[in-house]
Nanobody
Framework: QLQFVESGGGLVQPGGSLRLSCAASGFNLDYRTIGWFRQAPGKEHEGVSCISSNDGSTYYADSVKGRFTISRDKAKNTVYPEMNSLKPEDTGVYYC??????????????????????????WGQGTQVTVSS
């Protein structure tokens, strides 16, 4: 069963930074497209940033471009988004997800996960990020 453990959330002032972590439980992230989604109160899950397994293809939602950076540490089986210049509208619960394996170019796998929300498994506990003064 695909399970993630998300951590690193908290309360931060506008303009501040946070680094979230997404660790896999029971499977290896190396060969998976991984993404971060967020859910604001009363809204659907939104793909924020995704990263491919090997060639470094990435996707960022327009709302976070230039502020968020996604990376992976294969030795630690973990994926991180570095979130800078945080805004109140970044508030929400942040979740990890993995894409459905497919024999297509990695940039398409990233698109399918982040834009089309074609994820495998179910949502975990997530980590709460609150941006407020």
């Amino acid at each position: 069963q695909l399970q993630f453990v998300e951590s690193g959330g908290g309360l931060v002032q506008p303009g501040g930074s946070l680094r979230l972590s997404c660790a896999a439980s029971g499977f290896n992230l190396d060969y998976r497209t991984i993404g971060w989604f967020r859910q604001a109160p009363g809204k659907e899950h939104e793909g924020v940033s995704c990263i491919s397994s090997n060639d470094g293809s990435t996707y960022y939602a327009d709302s976070v471009k230039g502020r968020f950076t996604i990376s992976r540490d294969k030795a630690k089986n973990t994926v991180y988004p570095e979130m800078n210049s945080l805004k109140p509208e970044d508030t929400g619960v942040y979740y990890c997800a993995t894409g459905r394996p497919a024999k297509v170019p990695e940039y398409i796998q990233v698109f399918r996960l982040c834009v089309l929300s074609e994820y495998e498994g179910s949502w975990g506990q997530g980590t709460q990020v609150t941006v407020s003064s």
